[in-house]
T-cell receptor, first 113, second 115 residues
């Protein structure tokens, strides 16, 4: 079955500390992988995506993610978290046919001062 | 200019009513979607249209009926609203085919509250 797992429901990090949000997927076809962020009361904003090529991808707001096929993972990282990064983060998988995305259940990020 | 827009942003209504949510995209995309985000923030696909043709129709009550008058618009009509329909509904769109064109762009969402 196709699925996305985000093992961490809620993570709290101190401002300035590094961050890693985990994402594992199960997908029959070549996966197209995405990270979206949702601020409170807002829509979904694309942080970054991976289709092919370099397995380390850079996104907006200083985020990066690394695709590891052997581990079926696409973890999101940021070296230094800012208070404005507090939000809900969703990992999603799709494919080249442009089918609907399958989302993980999200990870809530809180930032402490 | 807003790429994917939805109206209304908030919708509060009584059980049993019929309501519609509208979505428009000005990106020239040919595929549009409706997703539902439940109270636990889980996002799940409801429908997908490609060039006004229904492509995906997940297990959704037939009280929900999408309509696409043209490829820039995808509306969602809900009949006989129930308490369980309370959720945030997101519209999204993307172009299909070719590297980098499969990114879905989301609207701001419509928060539906059924009383």
């Amino acid at each position: 079955a196709q699925s996305v797992t985000q093992p961490d429901i809620h993570i709290t990090v101190s401002e300035g500390a590094s961050l890693e949000l985990r994402c594992n997927y199960s997908y029959g076809a070549t996966p197209y992988l995405f990270w979206y962020v949702q601020s409170p009361g807002q829509g979904l904003q694309l942080l970054l995506k991976y289709f092919s090529g370099d397995t380390l991808v850079q996104g907006i707001k200083g985020f990066e993610a690394e695709f590891k096929r052997s581990q079926s993972s696409f973890n999101l990282r940021k070296p230094s978290v800012h208070w404005s990064d507090a939000a809900e983060y969703f990992c999603a998988v799709g494919n080249q046919a442009g089918t609907a995305l399958i989302f993980g259940k999200g990870t809530t990020l809180s930032v402490s001062s | 200019d807003t790429a994917v827009s939805q109206t209304p942003k908030y919708l509060v209504t009584q059980m049993g009513n019929d309501k519609s949510i509208k979505c428009e995209q000005n990106l020239g995309h040919d595929t549009m979607y409706w997703y539902k985000q439940d109270s636990k923030k889980f996002l799940k696909i409801m429908f997908s249209y490609n060039n006004k043709e229904l492509i995906i129709n997940e297990t959704v009550p037939n009280r929900f009926s999408p309509k696409s008058p043209d490829k820039a618009h995808l509306n969602l009509h809900i009949n006989s609203l129930e308490l369980g329909d309370s959720a945030v509904y997101f519209c999204a769109s993307n172009a299909v085919g070719g590297l980098g064109t499969d990114t879905q762009y989301f609207g701001p969402g419509t928060r539906l509250t059924v009383l």
